[in-house]
């Protein structure tokens, strides 16, 4: 094709001719487009043989009017129609002798078939985008092989074609040069080039498209001609008709080939925490609230040797966290302090975050999913909840900056936290953190090896009755974890197999990093028939596992939205006592005052005498009554005790309150008078303790006391595992 003519091949099918072959001197045919001749082509000697019904013509179509070519090509590119008229002479001598020039005119107006199926068979060599020095902007490249039916076969020269946005040309795409084969295969260079940001309509126009692509909406493109000045490869008629043609896309990333993407765990290589610190208040809300700050190294692929710069300078979240039923019950405030992303390298960025004061606004009405979210991570270790929203992002970028406000994002994350340490799902395993400043100064994997330590300072009763007793309990509490809470007042109701056995509260619990000083006051609903309490403290001393359920109720708190939340909250969870004050195992350790300081047994009368010091203050304490049974490896029964102290205290101890027993005054020791031992008589178990006089014996003692505190009768059914009995004469 050039200005003047266009070259072109045909087939032309007719019907069988007679018995012999003819010639067409000559044939001359001229075009028209809305009265205006476009060109014309003439054949000379065109002979037609008998036998055949196909001829095949290789001519050349001279153009005389070339803005009637370039209206009649726009309409076809734009109408899909051919709206032409055709005025032919024909020498038709060569038929018969006789025969004349025959003059004839023919319209034609017909819409154009779908066109051919185009395969995309595949991407070769794609490079960038990079920085283009010619053009201004970015450039990528790449070479696209297609399949096209059989039978069509063409040699076009470069095309360019603008693609805009709203009417903002944002990219121009050069296609070409293109050399069809008759097979229907081609090979297709591509380049494309991103306009350097030239307004803020341009920057606008951005904006919406990335907005949509993230939305999954993808972006209404369309696609023009450029203008014929742009470029000189094709005829000027040509590209002045494409230029007119706009026909429009609909792009999104699904129509890119980007082939299988990493998972997240294999984009970020690296997470260096310098700070962290959580803290949860409840006071006029319950929001929590996070401190953080540091950095990551995210690594996109680069199969396409991409070099251009891509630096966020801001980027500010409005996001909500959503439930199972994708309703929002949470708010994520983290408007304080932006991320800024920086290129280290081609599409390697250091993401670095710095929050002072990111928190959780919980939404109106939807507390109660808030607290089954909380609750299934910090008791049933396992985070599942999806964030919704949107980020405004301010881009440093190859062809300027950018910004992009409400960019769309929604994310599912599943969390579960098992064998103490954080595992993450869909991923390809853990991430490596680093920690320093002051958390970790080592690498290593994130776990939750921390453990707090509380340590009963202080106990002392308020209140007994026959059914309640009402204590105060201090508590030294030693925080590891970079988190924090403070709670206004706050009651839980506790029970075992459905037994009410306490309630529990705060008023103004603070706690944060490190050593803290708390209050926790417990109400203790005395059930001394019923067996149920004597088994929870009989599984609490023997070490057992122990189930109860922590439940709230109407008015267990003052804090409104909190209050809504808990009132039907119920929590089923499992204690076990045996890790008591064992701070590598259990997630806290924690340490009670020591009441038993000595059991001495005395060989000469058979007798065992107990010092203890009484820890609780504010009312006094009375043994009224032991029967103990002791056993020496767990199976080996070394001898019985049974004793009243209201009946059987020597008169010496006498006084006038005896009738009430042995008195445990607060925080002083106390020794027992002989009570007397009903030995074994099995010979394993003498020689137990004949070898252990001068010594000790670790042994498991079974003990059921009646114990009056205040005006509270307690029956305690006991097991103490490996308590130290000295052995005397």
């Known amino acids: 094709m050039s200005d003047e003519s266009i070259a072109f091949s045909a087939c032309l099918r007719f019907p069988r001719w007679g018995s012999r072959p003819a010639l067409v001197p000559y044939a001359n045919a001229t075009v028209f487009h809305d009265g205006d001749a476009v060109g014309w082509v003439r054949i000379n000697n065109l002979e037609v043989a008998s036998s055949r019904t196909n001829l095949s013509i290789h001519e050349v179509f001279h153009i005389t009017n070339k803005c009637a070519l370039e209206r009649l090509a726009s309409d076809i590119a734009a109408l899909r129609r051919v709206a032409i008229s055709i005025h032919a002479t024909v020498d038709l001598s060569g038929f018969g002798r006789y025969l004349p020039v025959v003059f004839a005119r023919h319209g034609l107006d017909m819409a154009l078939p779908p066109p051919p199926a185009i395969q995309l068979v595949a991407v070769n060599d794609l490079k960038g985008p990079s920085p283009d020095t010619a053009q201004g902007g970015v450039t990528a490249r790449a070479t696209i092989l297609v399949a096209l039916p059989p039978g069509i076969s063409a040699n076009i020269d470069v095309l360019r074609f603008d693609v805009g946005y709203n009417g903002v040309t944002i990219a121009s795409t050069d296609i070409g040069p293109v050399s069809i084969s008759a097979m229907g295969k081609a090979s297709i260079p591509v380049s494309v080039n991103i306009r350097q940001i030239a307004n803020p309509q341009h920057e606008d126009a951005l904006a919406d498209i990335v907005r949509g692509i993230a939305a999954g909406k993808g972006a209404k493109l369309s696609i023009m001609g450029a203008s014929s000045k742009d470029y000189q490869t094709a005829p000027t008629w040509l590209r002045q008709a494409l230029h007119h043609v706009v026909v429009p896309i609909n792009a999104s990333l699904a129509q890119l080939p980007l082939g299988q993407l990493p998972s997240l765990g294999a984009l970020v290589n690296d997470i260096v925490v310098n700070r962290l610190y959580a803290f949860w208040s409840a006071k006029d809300s319950f929001n929590p609230r996070v401190s953080l700050a540091g950095h990551a190294f995210v690594s996109l692929p680069n199969p396409a040797d991409t070099n251009m710069t891509l630096d966020v300078e801001s980027l500010v979240g409005r996001l909500e966290l959503l439930d199972d ?108 953190v680093e920690f320093t400043g002051d958390a970790l100064v080592r690498r290593r994997k994130l776990e939750l090896s921390k453990t707090p330590e509380v340590r009963v300072s202080r106990i002392h009763i308020t209140n007994t009755t026959k059914n309640l007793v009402a204590a105060e309990i201090g508590l030294d509490i030693d925080n590891p974890f970079s988190y924090g809470v403070y709670m206004s007042d706050l009651a839980i109701m506790i029970r075992y197999s459905g037994l009410h056995i306490a309630t529990v509260g705060v008023k103004e619990l603070s706690l944060e990093r490190g050593l803290n000083n708390a209050t926790v006051y417990i109400d203790f609903y005395n059930h001394p028939s019923d067996p149920r309490q004597q088994m929870l403290f009989l599984e609490a001393s023997s070490g057992k596992r122990v189930n109860v359920e922590l439940a709230g109720f109407p008015n267990c708190t003052s804090i409104a939205p909190l209050e809504v939340s808990l009132r039907h909250f119920s929590q089923k969870i499992s204690i076990d006592p045996s890790r008591a004050g064992n701070r590598r195992s259990g997630p806290v350790s924690i340490k009670f005052p020591r009441a038993l300081h000595e059991v001495i047994f005395h060989i000469f009368g058979i007798s065992a005498e107990a010092t203890v010091v009484n820890p609780v203050s504010g009312a006094d304490i009375w043994l009224q009554s032991i029967e103990a049974i002791s056993y020496y490896k767990g199976d080996i029964p070394l001898g019985t005790l049974q004793y009243n102290f209201t009946s059987d205290t020597p008169s010496s101890l006498a006084s006038s309150n005896v009738s009430k027993g042995f008195l445990m005054p607060f925080n002083r020791a106390a020794t027992t008078p002989r009570l007397p031992i009903t030995a074994n008589e099995t010979s394993i178990g003498w020689d137990v303790v004949r070898r252990a006089i001068g010594g000790s014996l670790d042994i498991d003692v079974f003990t059921s006391l009646q114990v009056l505190v205040g005006n509270a009768p307690l029956n305690l059914t006991i097991l103490g595992r490996g308590a130290p009995v000295k052995v005397r004469f």
């Open 325 to 432: 039923e994708l309703r929002a019950f949470a708010v994520v405030d983290a408007t304080a302090a932006p991320i800024l992303v920086s290129q280290t390298a081609p599409l390697v960025f250091n993401v670095s975050y710095d929050f002072d004061n990111l928190g959780l606004a919980v939404v109106a009405g939807r507390e109660q999913a808030f607290t089954y979210t909380m609750k299934k991570a910090l008791v049933d270790r396992h985070l599942a909840v999806c964030v919704n929203g949107s980020l405004d992002m301010l881009l440093l970028t190859a062809i300027g900056r950018l910004r992009v406000e409400r960019l769309p994002v929604f994310a599912s994350i599943d969390y579960r936290l098992e064998s103490g340490s954080v595992s993450r799902q869909a991923t390809d395993g853990a991430l490596d």
